[in-house]
């Protein structure tokens, strides 16, 4: 083995959380002082803040005030909601008519979230366009086409103008303010015109798809720009459409649907914000975007497959580990939208969906076609085994260590250094060939004994320890065994959690521990709000994070569900304004 090459895959945490809580589980950026009332009257008291739109009742966090919106940035759509978008404007039939065509456009982001996207490629550009295109001529390939998307094209004459044909330009207004997300101007009118005229210049339906063409590769489509209106100290306030777009992209990973437009139309004010929010939860396209949070949050694309000893069946190992991380992702997304779960109901609840039968013999249940309870070795999302399971280790039945440490380190938003490749050993320390009488535990407690290494892995350790009983793809087991040897699992570990040392001896009581903890639900707050700014978080971030992480970790023992919290925050003036740099 290449000197050092191993321990990349096993020591580096690739998300990089705003840290707003110190080591002592205090706020990392504000004084601690007492909680400041939020102005009752709802009203913008000095004209430089947003707080005309607010509850009114909720009190700001401590060290924040009404007017700490965080920093507007230019988002841009990525690739599923690109799909999602499409399915919901022209519907589903077409993405999948054209799912070739679709999933040629790159899907690369730059951040932990697939929301966190850089600057455009000349690939991606160039497959937008392409898809545009393909989408437009989709749309527009025969009469009954056209009539589909309205019922007067199919007689519309050869020589109609966009401007003064009433169906073509109810046509432009209509599938304009679905593809744009908000209403169509004159100026937007004239310039469309001239769009239609390049395809009309042979026929009307080339007219129509050029149209669609140029709206479907309108930045107004592909980016939520902001305009809105600036109210005073570099504020802007969200449009109605703007709000409704946002909340669409953040619920939905999509564009609004027409109840929400027709909300927006009407002012969106904040009671029907928040019923829309209500209403857009219960809808599936919510799970199917809340879904997409949590397999970037967890890290699911890193799954492993069983080996060929375990399944030799190659169709069954993949149906496997699609079921160990479809499992994950069906827990949290019911434990949220369906069962108004809290933070510690992600770490604690038990129940589980599972319809394959190899991950059914794996928890020791029997498949359902409904929800079933795991046994009490097993909680919440920590010990599921498509989060714990790692790659199998050559001539050992046990789970890395430092991998599943990496990982909780990540999940609670503590990110280690990367180490120095030069003072790691030539041998993986998780293969008992470094020491063949030592569970894997000890062997990397003796590879890591030296200063420069001892001080991060003593936090691997403590988190990656009490996962020890499982083993490489999530099992239950007793010893880790080693060629002939049955070695005993040492699970106990000193845990640093809010700034105190807490002493677990199971995954369980590793999952009691983070749920009621601070920093947890904090992590969870900064996750879900990088995820939706589709960014990595600042200080101008801090009071956002600080006002969902209050809602996640309540107080007097009495935390907001997961639901309740996204409502309250996309109701909130943080969601509804922005400052300019």
């Given amino acids: 083995m290449v000197r050092g090459s191993w321990w990349l895959a096993a020591c580096m945490v690739p998300m990089g959380c705003y840290s707003g809580v110190d080591t002592a589980g205090h706020d990392a950026d504000a004084p601690m002082a007492e909680t400041e009332e939020a102005d009752d009257s709802g009203s913008d008291t000095d004209g430089t803040g947003p707080g005309d739109d607010t509850d009114g009742d909720d009190p700001q966090p401590a060290g924040c005030t009404p007017g700490d919106v965080p920093l507007g940035a230019l988002v841009r759509m990525n690739q599923d909601g690109y799909v999602h978008a499409l399915s919901d404007i022209f519907g589903p039939e077409l993405v ?14 730059i951040g932990h979230f697939s929301t ?17 295109f393909t989408v437009a001529t989709h749309l527009t390939q025969d009469e009954d086409a056209l009539a589909g998307l309205s019922s007067c094209l199919p007689n519309v004459s050869a020589d109609a103008d966009l401007q003064s044909e009433p169906c073509l330009s109810d046509l432009t207004r209509d599938y304009g303010l679905r593809i744009l997300r908000r209403p169509i101007t004159d100026e937007d009118l004239e310039r469309f015109a001239a769009d239609y005229e390049v395809g009309a210049a042979h026929n009307v339906a080339e007219g129509v798809a050029t149209l669609l063409t140029a709206m479907l590769i309108d930045p107004d489509f592909l980016y939520d720009r902001i305009q809105g209106e600036e109210i005073g100290d570099g504020i802007i306030r969200l449009s109605p459409h703007e709000t409704a777009a946002r909340l669409a992209r ?83 997304t ?64 046990a789970g890395h260590i430092i991998k599943r440490g990496a990982r909780l380190s990540a999940f609670i938003c503590r990110p280690l250094p990367l180490p120095d490749a030069a003072a790691f050993p030539e041998d993986d320390p998780a293969e008992p060939g470094s020491g063949p009488a030592l569970g894997i535990r000890e062997r990397f407690a003796n590879a890591t004994s030296e200063a420069t290494c001892a001080s991060c892995h003593v936090q691997l350790d403590g988190l990656g320890a009490p996962l020890g009983h499982y083993g490489d793809l999530g099992q239950w087991i007793e010893t880790e065994t080693v060629g002939e040897s049955e070695l005993p699992i040492d699970t106990a570990a000193e845990v640093l959690i809010d700034g105190q040392s807490v002493s677990v001896d199971s995954p369980v009581a590793l999952s009691e521990a983070l749920a009621s903890s601070q920093e947890g639900p904090h992590c969870l707050a900064e996750s ?21 992480s209050t809602r996640l970790a309540g107080e007097d023992d009495a935390p907001t569900s997961v639901r309740d919290a996204l409502i309250d925050f996309v109701v909130s003036d943080r969601f509804r304004h922005v400052r300019t740099p």
């Avoid at 209403?279 to 809340?290: F, G, I, K």
């Avoid at 969906?353 to 795991?374: C, F, M, R």
């Avoid at 600042?538 to 006002?547: H, I, P, R, S, Y």
């Fill in 250 to 332: 953040v619920l939905w990973n999509s564009a609004p649907d027409a109840e929400l437009l027709a909300a927006a139309e009407g002012g969106l004010d904040q009671a029907t914000l928040r019923a829309e929010a209500e209403r857009m939860l219960d809808d599936p396209r919510a799970r199917v975007a809340l879904g997409g949070f949590f397999f970037d949050w967890l890290e699911l694309e890193s799954v492993p497959f069983a080996s060929l000893q375990t399944i030799p069946n190659p169709e069954a190992r993949t149906a496997l580990r699609d079921a160990m991380g479809d499992s994950v992702l069906a827990f949290a």
């Fill in 96 to 109: 999948e008519e054209l799912e070739v065509s679709l999933s040629a456009i790159p899907t690369t982001h």
């Fill in 116 to 132: 966190e996207l850089g600057p455009p490629s000349y690939a991606e550009v160039s497959a937008q366009v392409n898809a545009a």
């Fill in 528 to 548: 879900l709000a990088r995820n939706m700014l589709g960014r990595e978080l600042g200080d101008d971030d801090a009071c956002m994070v600080k006002e969902l």
């Fill in 334 to 397: 019911a434990t949220i939208l369906d069962t108004a779960g809290t933070y510690a109901d992600l770490l604690l609840d038990r129940t589980a969906y599972i319809d394959d039968n190899n991950l059914a013999v794996l928890y020791g249940v029997e498949v359902s076609a409904g929800p079933v309870q795991l046994p009490a070795d097993r909680a919440g999302l920590l010990t599921r085994a498509g989060y714990v399971a790692t790659q199998e280790i050559p001539d050992t039945n």
